[in-house]
């Protein structure tokens, strides 16, 4: 099944995590991307809120305008550099919204007029909680730039980790063209008559609200804002259109546990009913892959008589059987995960990593774990 994976790795341009919050979904994601530079593609990894642990493991700046490349020695740690790549960034919706503003304004002079006007900031941290958005905006942007060949999106740890698909289609409505003309300056022939009774009527309202120097700034605004809409909706269908080829890839992280096989459940089904690219199970801090562990019933052998050493042995033997039992019922759950798995779709257990890893090595150490056949 790992060779599967490994697959995906080596041939997807987008790798696409989804999960409930505590599963080491954005850890996973993180190693994956690991294991892909490793192998010698020219990988990012986006992620949305990392634990501080793993930020500063990756060396990751909070708030960077751009991406953080990780050193070669330190991502080709333990063997010789190679031609692969790996750069880390978390998404800073802000950063984010500004840079699409510049990309798709006409003249740098249409960008400077939405981004120096103060309803700009008002719209600016609207769409700062918005990071679903972010989140699609980025990754389009960095398809469109054709710089890595392989992307992996850590989506938001929520049932509506699959919003960010949405998100500038709701943006775009949000941002509607034919409510904001309403508020826009007049222009001779734009719509109807009764079209320009409701925008005189409109601005007379909010004149004799907020003055005539506000509805004026804010008229300029919408002006130079509503070049952007038709770009909205494009990016929204192209991105769309993306996410559901032979390219893009869909995997869902999970625990052993109760709750997170269920929110696992929810998100396949989703994908199914979004008609988007389900790749399969990464069955996180579990122990099914605990096969083989030592039996401590040797020891006995080695001890003597000696009520405390034999009482000691014995008691290590119960907890081996207690692990086992663990170990057995994690690789139940994974059969389980992949019982009916669409062709070509895995049901891969990481190791227990023993909660947050500690430096960059941890992240190898379980990028490899899980590429390897």
Known sequence: MSQSLQSLLREKRVLVLCGAGGVGKTTTAAALGVAAARAGRKVLVLTIDPARRLAEAMGLSEGG?????????????GQEPGAGRLDVWM????????????????????????????????????VAGMQEYAAAEALDNFLDEGR??????????SRHALDFLEAPGRLARFLDDRIVSVFLPEEKGRGGRLWRKTSQLVGNVLGSIFGESFTQEMKTFMGAFSGLFAGIRLRADR?????????????????????????????????REKGLPFAGFVLNRSWAREDGMTSPEALLRHV????????????????????RARAEA????????????PAGAVAVAAPEAGGELEDFGGLVRLGEALATP
Do not use: W
Not at 65 to 77: G, M, N, W
Not at 96 to 101: A, K, L, Q
Not at 245 to 266: H, I
Not at 304 to 323: H, T, Y
């Open 330 to 341: 994690h690789r139940g759950v994974l059969e389980r995960l992949a019982e009916k798995l």
């Open 304 to 323: 003597e008589d000696a009520g405390a050493a034999r009482d000691g042995v014995e008691a290590l033997i119960r907890l081996a059987d207690l692990e």
């Open 91 to 126: 998404l800073d919706p802000r950063v984010v919204f500004e840079r699409f503003v510049r990309r798709l304004s006409p003249t740098p002079e249409a960008a400077r007029t939405i981004l120096e006007n103060r309803l700009y900031r008002f719209l600016s941290d609207l």
């Open 239 to 271: 991105l769309r259109s993306r996410l559901t080829s032979p390219d893009a890839a869909f995997l869902l992280v999970t625990s052993p546990e109760g709750a997170s096989l269920q929110e696992a459940a929810f998100f396949r089904d989703m994908l």
């Open 148 to 157: 890595y060949e392989l992307i992996v999106l850590d989506t938001p740890p």
């Open 65 to 77: 305008a751009e991406p953080t490349p990780i050193a070669p020695e330190r991502l080709f740690a």
